[in-house]
């Protein structure tokens, strides 16, 4: 495999400048508590519609303990999800979307080129490609450890009906 094309170069990220911490990333993510996959944001191209982030991977992760016991290794949907939630932080942002919540709307060609363990800082960064106001938007993702790609693909995210949902869950 050659040199990945990096949507941005990891190497220009500076770790001890974040731009945004989580209390900024909360203002624009609902996840709370061990559903909190972005530690910093590090960089956003607003031009490009391009943004990264870190993930700083401890001992004391929810899934640690079980994946896998003696090798943990953090499960491929947590990468993604730190992805999606990158996605909606630039979204919502930007109020690009126009939804007051984005949802997972789909992936495609996603592969895992490598693993990422506690003590891993893992890099994820993500570029929308087409934006629909109101309808999708769909993003290349990656994540990066040590400057090596380790995940890729396409995510498409979506409008979540957050009124309707609340008027059916106060009816229950």
């Not at 203002?27 to 982030?53: F, G, T, V």
């Not at 993930?55 to 003696?70: A, I, K, Q, T, Y």
Request: with cysteine; glycine share 10%; hydrophobic share 45%.
């Amino acid at each position: 495999m050659g040199t990945p094309e990096f949507i941005i170069d990891p190497a220009t990220l500076d770790f001890d400048a974040p731009i945004a911490g989580i209390e900024d990333i909360r203002k624009y993510n609902p996840q709370r508590y061990e559903m909190e996959q972005l530690s910093a944001i590090l960089c956003e191209r607003r031009e490009e519609q391009a943004c990264a982030a870190y993930r700083l991977l401890s001992e004391d992760e929810f899934w640690v303990r079980g994946h896998m016991p003696g090798m943990p290794l953090m499960p491929g949907v947590m990468i993604l999800e730190a992805s999606a939630q990158l996605a909606s932080y630039f979204t919502q942002k930007y109020d690009l979307l126009g939804a007051a919540m984005v949802g997972f709307g789909g992936l495609d060609d996603v592969r895992f080129r490598g693993v990422v363990t506690p003590g891993d800082r893992l890099v994820v960064m993500v570029r929308l490609d087409r934006v629909r106001r109101g309808r999708m938007i769909v993003a290349s993702f990656q994540g990066v450890v040590e400057g090596q790609l380790i995940a890729e693909g396409v995510l498409r995210g979506i409008p979540i009906p957050v009124e309707a949902l609340n008027a059916q869950m106060s009816e229950s």
